[in-house]
């Protein structure tokens, strides 16, 4: 467990860390072992989810639609975190998450088995889903100092990432076989399941992880600690540059993902088998991204590589959207999962080793309130869809996020940071 009051982490370390050396900390492993899981259970519940939505509605619009409800509630819970996360007992934010969306992936899957399932409930599922999520994964970034020493914090970034984007090749190819097989009720039963190997770990580290902030650490109230962490965020050029670097990437750019279930049946002509394979197509591609990573922790300029990840990103998102040849989409969606995968993972472990650890909660639930925006790019998308047509308006997102790098790398100081 490391030492709280430890300042960042500096780039310039003499004893550079192996990629992997954190799995030698047994009980790490074991914990990114469960987070594993819990991990495909939530990939199989956001492929099935878009499957069941199109299939219930025919509308693209919807589509992106039950994405915003998902990640709306993160804009009004994010900045709430953001005030609590410092001063609460991370453990037990996390297990109250999963508990919570075990007992939501259970009801949902009895609501398709009874035949009973309306959007409107895939509406009411969705809000309480995407409250949770304020919680679980800033909850989840910030413990991980705690479970590892400093050396090895980068490694864990890394494998953490990497468990992350293994679950998006394993969740959606067994979403897609699941469904095709067992029915979408199953795929749901098995995301809540798929919960309870974390909350046994998280049951486990009661003394591993400290219960919260020793008394008289933090001492604002609640409000004024959300106010100090951002203007810390705003004032820290570096942090403030890196959390901006996923705006447009994020918002505009994993609007391909919200929209791949009605490329896959309409564009694609696919069953939820080929939604299954696209899917696992970027996850494949966001996993290679990962473990590159791991090999650039100690490069120079990695600022510069994180903008030409994003600028690779977004030239692949066009061509996806253009793509009406399966082989095509499936190699093209592969490589916005690269490209997001290297960008994202980089970024990530830059802002992790650069954070005061005083501000750290605060930083990662900034750093994740994003996500709650990234479904209004869905929307968006999927309106555009209804008015220029689907594939130009995924294409059309790609050519946004593109012009955005070209802003990041002439209008910000991120190629500078190493």
């Given at each position: ?201 998280l049951f486990s580290m009661a003394a591993m992880v400290p219960a919260a902030p020793a008394r008289g650490v933090i ?21 403030r540059t890196m959390i901006g670097i996923d705006l447009f990437p994020i918002i505009i750019g994993m609007s391909y993902l919200t929209m791949t ?158």
């Open positions: 467990m490391t030492d709280s009051a430890n300042p960042p982490i500096p780039a310039n370390v003499e004893s550079k860390p192996g990629a992997f050396e954190a799995l030698n900390n047994t009980f790490f492993a074991k914990y990114v072992g469960s987070v594993s899981f819990s991990l495909i259970g939530m990939w199989v519940r956001i492929t099935a989810m878009g499957y069941l939505v199109y299939d219930l509605t025919d509308d693209p619009f919807k589509l992106g639609l039950i994405g915003v409800v998902q990640g709306a509630p993160q804009l009004v819970f994010g900045p709430l975190a953001g005030a609590y996360l410092d001063r609460l007992n991370r453990r037990k934010v996390l297990m109250g998450v999963q508990l919570v969306l075990l007992l939501n992936m259970l009801l949902l899957s009895w609501l398709v088995y009874s035949e009973t399932v309306t959007f409107a409930w895939l509406v009411v599922i969705s809000v309480i889903v995407g409250a949770t999520a304020s919680f679980d994964w800033p909850a989840r970034l910030s413990i991980l100092p705690m479970l590892v020493s400093r050396r090895e914090l980068p490694s864990a970034i890394a494998v953490h990432a990497a468990a992350f984007n293994g679950a998006r090749v394993v969740g959606p190819a067994l979403a897609g076989w699941m469904i095709a097989l067992v029915g979408m009720a199953a795929s749901f039963g098995l995301s809540g399941i798929a919960t309870v190997p974390f909350l046994i770990m001492t604002e109230r609640p409000f004024q600690t959300l106010v100090e962490g951002y203007r810390y965020i705003w004032n820290t050029v570096e942090i279930p009605a490329i896959a049946r309409d564009v694609l002509h696919l069953g939820p088998e080929g939604l299954g394979w696209l899917m696992t197509a970027a996850g494949v591609g966001s996993l290679t991204g990962t473990l590159i990573v791991t090999r650039l922790n100690s490069w120079p300029n990695r600022g510069r590589i994180v903008l030409i990840g994003v600028s690779f990103l977004a030239f692949m998102i066009m061509v996806y959207g253009l793509s009406s040849a399966f082989w095509l989409s499936l190699v093209t969606i592969a490589l916005v999962g690269f490209g997001y995968g290297t960008a994202a993972t980089l970024n990530d472990t830059l802002i992790q080793m650069k954070v005061d650890e005083k501000f750290r909660g605060r930083v990662m639930a900034a750093y994740s309130t994003i996500w709650g925006l990234s479904p209004a790019g869905g929307m968006l998308a999927g309106a555009m869809a209804n008015v220029v047509g689907l594939q130009l308006a995924v294409a059309m997102n790609g050519l946004i996020v593109l012009l955005y790098a070209v802003y990041l790398w002439f209008g910000t100081p991120m190629r500078t940071i190493d």
